[in-house]
C-alpha cells in the first residue's frame, strides 16, 4: 500500500468543487439554505484521526509503558487515514464550490450569507479532517531500523 499523494487528493477536490459549483449554478435558486453548522461532523472525524494517531504513534514507536501494536490494527488505522484524507479533500472542494459561488451572489439571495458562513464552516473542517488524515497515515509509518551490516 502506498501512502496518499497530494495530487490523488487535489484532483478529487478539484472534481468535488467544480461539480458543487456547476450544481449550485443549475439550482442555486431553488435550494433551501445550508445549515450553519453542517461542516462540524468532519471536524468530529478529524478528532478520532488526531487521538487514534497520538495513541497508535507511541504504541509504534515502542514508548515505554506502550502496548505493542498488531499489525491488522495499523493497517485498519491507515484505511481509515486515507479515507479520511480523500473524504476531506472531495468536502473541501465540495464547500469551496459552494463559496466560491455564494461570495459573488450574496447581495442577489438572502440565503447567500448563511450558506456563505456554513461553506467557511465546512472548508475549515475539512482542512482540518485531511491534516489530521496524513498525520494518522504518518504516524503509522514503522520506524526506520539502524542496522549496520558487518
Known sequence: MRFTKAR?????GLIAGLLAHLLLRLAYSSLAALPKLAGLTLLVIAVVDLVLGFTLRARILRKPGAKPVEP?????A??????SSLLGAIMLGGWAGVLIYVLPVRE????AA????SAIVGVVCAALLIASALWLEHCCKTPHSTRTDS
Not at 72 to 76: D, E, M, N
Request: proline share 0%; no cysteine; hydrophobic share 65%.
Open 8 to 12: 490523488d487528493l487535489l484532483a478529487a
Open 72 to 76: 491488522l490494527t495499523a493497517a485498519r
Open 78 to 83: 491507515v484505511a481509515l487515514a486515507k479515507a
Open 108 to 111: 442577489e439571495f438572502d440565503a
Open 114 to 117: 448563511n450558506d456563505m458562513v
